[in-house]
């Protein structure tokens, strides 16, 4: 599977068994970043954001969408492909419903962390169950809290933490940098790709969860 972040929370996952092109939250122009412009065959949105998640004009062609917060519970298959939606919200309260979006990709999970902006309980992260790759939200409030992040990787022990939805020069949010998230992450491994796009494996999977910082292609 070949994984480039387009910045914000927009990844692109390209795979090879069959190969496909997933496209997950894409953004407008009006994010701050370029428009992503690029087919797919399939694209998943955990909520409905136009500006920063739901972008669908962003995309060419006519790829299948998979509503987050309209999938029903439990493991659904797309073309074969496993995937499954789990419900969060973007804040304490439970206000503003979204979804973390789990697929399962030449043979690697990768579970998208959505919009959600409150602590996991067990029984969500049960839902979400084994993870390779956290698409992992790092920019803090008014998602959830660095220190709430922590916790998830603790107890869900991914092979890869792939930073997302922190603040980018492009970025017109108020975000928290990454820095702050390597700050509270310093006890992990760290590996910085140098580029928008690396290839991952389960022969490469590191033998402890390690942060993989990617340069955002928009």
């Not at 954001?49 to 790829?63: C, E, I, K, M």
């Not at 067990?122 to 939200?137: E, F, M, P, R, S």
């Amino acid at each position: 599977m070949r994984l480039t972040w387009y910045g914000h929370a927009a990844f692109l996952l390209e795979t090879e068994h069959p190969p496909r092109r997933i496209i997950m939250d894409p953004f407008a122009p009006e994010s701050g970043y370029q428009a992503i412009n690029e087919p797919a065959d399939l694209v998943t949105l955990s909520h409905e954001n136009l500006r920063f998640h739901s972008h669908l004009a962003s995309v060419q062609g006519t790829p299948a969408v998979l509503q987050g917060l309209t999938c029903p519970p439990g493991e659904q298959l797309w073309e074969g492909l496993p995937l499954r939606a789990v419900t969060v919200f973007e804040n304490v309260q439970h206000e503003g419903p979204n979804a973390i979006i789990k697929l399962t990709v030449d043979g690697l999970t990768v579970t998208h962390m959505g919009d959600c902006g409150h602590a996991l309980d067990a029984a969500t992260l049960a839902a979400i169950g084994q993870t390779d790759v956290l698409l992992a939200l790092t920019g803090g409030p008014p998602t959830l809290s660095l220190p709430d992040l922590l916790d998830v990787v603790e107890r869900l022990r991914p092979a890869w933490i792939v930073p997302m939805h922190f603040r980018t020069v492009p970025l017109k949010l108020n975000l928290l940098p990454l820095e702050a998230f390597l700050t509270t992450f310093a006890a992990y491994p760290l590996r910085r790709v140098g580029a928008a796009s690396v290839t991952l494996s389960r022969a490469d999977l590191p033998a402890k969860p390690t942060v993989l910082i990617l340069d955002h292609a928009r």
